[in-house]
């Protein structure tokens, strides 16, 4: 893509947010382009789309260094629990209370009629941050910067869906954010910038997610910035070496007790807290919430050992300690409380 000279000239600025203790809001000066210190300080046009709560950091920190937020952009409301209570996703949430103008149109494709809506907002840019739906490439040809999009891995490697989980179940050392310019591939635009983050070693796959949209939320003020400057050089993919994760299911979180140790650990990490690792026992699904590796203790895959006051299954090869479970239908609860309340647990065999 071929990004314009300069913006558009007269933009207006409204006051749709307070500053975010996170990111405190860059004076402005003059909506229009200013030097000031000899940096050229460009103010866009944004809309945003994301959905879930990790995308707020992102939401904030552009809004928070001086750009007009025409619109937000997140998925529909949703009806869930057994009261079917509406409940609304928490970028909208957020976005609501800083007086931000929302749009919930679903799928552009299946309602083409919401296109012309979001172009009447002439903005110079979309940023994407998990908003959960393809874009037509209406869209995208449709900002002269473009649609920039943060996806939580070093591509070309974990393309997709489960990047976060799929990087700590190949037990990465190291995981990154990676922001591009869409086009009409699996996430295989140009890259416009990228920055490594270290995996911890008990890290979960929420904790790492976190992580890395906070990075990303600086890493995007920055890019934006870069291309207002027309500094950035999109560097394109070698697709030769992408990799591609699948969206995950609730089946995937089921644990196999024949797998060793490491594989299985690194499962709970991985799918917290979708899908979850769980097991059967008495006919029902039981989740493993936290655990670690003992490879002093010794069991039959799946069996269930009470030592030291505390719950050992075994797998093929060491055990894992359980600290933290949750059955169907109950609380998270300790794994040596769930087992003094179900005293037929000792023993038994997990499948």
């Known amino acids: 893509m071929a990004f314009p000279d300069k913006l558009e000239k007269n933009h207006q600025q409204k006051s749709y947010f ?26 866009m046009k944004i809309v945003f789309m994301g959905t879930p709560y990790f995308a707020i950091p992102v939401l904030d920190a552009i ?30 949430e957020h976005a609501v209370s800083k007086n931000f103008q929302v749009l919930q149109p679903g799928n552009f494709q299946a309602d083409p009629s919401q296109i012309p809506i979001l172009a009447d907002f002439k903005a110079d840019i979309a940023v994407v941050a998990a908003y959960g739906t393809l874009l037509p490439s209406e869209i995208l040809d449709m900002f002269p910067y473009g649609c920039i999009n943060l996806h939580p891995s070093l591509l070309p490697k974990y393309r997709g869906a489960s990047p976060v989980s799929t990087a700590i179940l190949e037990a990465e050392k190291v995981t990154g954010i990676t922001i591009i310019q869409l086009d009409s591939g699996m996430d295989s635009g140009p ?19 976190e992580k890395l949209f906070y990075i990303g939320a600086d890493l995007i003020v920055e890019t934006i910035s870069n291309l207002a400057k027309g500094v950035i050089k999109p560097r394109q993919q070698d697709n030769e070496n992408a990799t591609y994760t699948k969206k995950l ?6 644990i196999d007790w024949k797998d060793r140790a490491g594989v299985i650990w690194r499962k709970i990490k991985a799918h917290h807290p979708w899908p979850g690792s769980y097991t059967h026992f008495n006919g ?65 065999i997990l499948s």
């Open 249 to 254: 299911v609730r089946k995937d979180g089921l």
């Open 191 to 209: 890259i416009l910038a990228q920055k490594e983050a270290p995996i911890g070693e008990g890290t979960l796959c929420n904790e790492l997610t």
């Open 18 to 43: 307070n500053s975010p203790t996170k990111y405190p809001q860059r004076d402005r000066g003059s909506y229009n382009s200013t030097v000031r210190s000899q940096e050229l300080i460009l103010f």
């Open 284 to 348: 029902k699904n039981l989740k493993i919430i936290e655990a670690r590796i003992s490879e002093n203790y010794k069991l039959g895959p799946g069996c269930v050992s009470i030592h030291d006051n505390a719950v050992y299954i075994g797998t093929s090869d060491d055990s894992l300690i359980v600290s933290q479970l949750q059955s169907e239908g109950s609380k998270i609860t300790s794994a040596t409380d769930f087992a003094r309340g179900h005293r037929d647990f000792e023993n038994s």
């Open 63 to 92: 809004s928070a260094d001086g750009h007009d937020i025409v619109a937000v952009y997140t998925q529909p409301d949703r009806t869930s629990g057994r009261g079917r209570k509406v409940t609304m996703s928490a970028v909208k």
